[in-house]
């Protein structure tokens, strides 16, 4: 595609269930990456991938957050068990080599 | 580590003038890149311009320029002739030249004032 697209755009979940959350990065970008943003706030890195593998996991804010990425393309991100301060919003990117990220619409998690 | 730091949380503007929004960053490296992003109300992310640490003219792209200061690691962005569309929470980043993350100031929320 075009651009880095993200789905859902908006999940509304309850607490302790579990959501997943996937991205579909520009076409032959081989980096990938996950931020949350919690409101009016700054970007939170949370994992990002180069190829297939993990290079840096060390945002993840607990072990109810995983993400796996899959023939080097879309990245799912998994909160298991998910609690209200859960709820943000949750960007994508992407890249390739040293050339800057592009970032998908996000994904807007709401925790009741 | 590194750090990036956006000491002005917001600020405004009248349309028309220009305004400059602050960045440093604390780094011991000496290749890396910075950015400056855009996030509108509609929360997507936009690129809006980069600078290479080995360059030494400031980057410009059409109103957006930067006032790249190494010695200082200063990176700060101005706006000339301010838009009611530049209305916007703006991002500083840096990355390493060898690594593939990035890492974000907290942003500096611009209102633009008619």
């Known amino acids: 595609g075009a651009g880095v697209s993200q789905s859902p755009s908006n999940k509304v979940t309850e607490k302790g269930k579990d959501v997943e959350l996937r991205c579909d990065p520009i076409?032959?970008?081989?980096?990938l990456y996950w931020y949350r943003q919690s409101l009016g706030q700054g970007l939170e890195f949370l994992i990002y991938?180069?190829?297939?593998?993990?290079?840096?996991k060390s945002g993840l804010p607990s072990d109810r957050f995983s993400a796996e990425r899959t023939g080097g393309s879309v990245s799912t991100l998994t909160i298991q068990r998910t609690q209200q301060e859960d709820s943000a919003v949750y960007l994508c990117a992407s890249s390739l080599l040293v050339n800057p990220q592009y970032f998908g619409p996000g994904t807007r998690l709401t925790v009741l | 580590a590194q750090t990036v730091t956006q000491s002005q949380p917001e600020m405004s503007v009248q349309e028309a003038e220009t305004v400059t929004l602050s960045c440093t960053y604390d780094t011991s490296e000496s290749d890396y890149y910075l950015f400056w992003y855009k996030q509108p109300p509609s929360r997507q992310m936009i690129l809006v311009i980069r600078q290479e640490a080995y360059k030494q003219q400031n980057a410009t792209e059409n109103r957006f320029s930067v006032n790249f200061q190494k010695a200082a690691k200063s990176f700060s962005l101005k706006i000339s002739d301010s838009q009611l569309g530049d209305a916007a929470m703006y991002f500083c980043?840096?990355?390493?030249?060898?690594?593939?993350?990035?890492?974000f100031g907290k942003g500096t929320r611009l209102h633009i004032l008619p």
């Open positions: 991938f180069q190829g297939n593998s993990a290079p840096d």
């Open positions: 076409s032959g970008h081989t980096a």
């Open positions: 980043a840096y990355r390493s030249g060898n690594s593939d993350k990035i890492i």
